[in-house]
């Protein structure tokens, strides 16, 4: 399990617990349930590359080398 820490750019911080075998996808619904948004109206990206729903983390991870999405 990772854990991954979004920010919503206002003031809320969120660290949600998943699988590194996810798809982003399953962490923005994971998200939405914390959050109150809907799930596919976040968007994840790290800098200026936006991740696509299909990708798992493990992918991402192994991209960016970080632990924070």
């Keep these: 399990m990772i854990e ?3 920010n919503d750019r206002l003031g809320k911080k969120v660290r949600v617990k998943c ?4 798809t982003v996808k399953d962490l923005k619904k994971l998200i939405a349930a ?10 994840l990206k790290k800098w200026y590359t936006i991740f696509k729903d299909h990708i ?4 991402c991870i192994l991209y960016l080398c970080i632990y924070n999405v």
């Design 4 to 6: 991954i820490t979004c």
């Design 19 to 22: 699988n590194s075998s996810d």
């Design 34 to 43: 914390q959050t109150g948004t809907q799930w596919d109206k976040i968007v």
């Design 56 to 59: 798992s983390l493990e992918d």
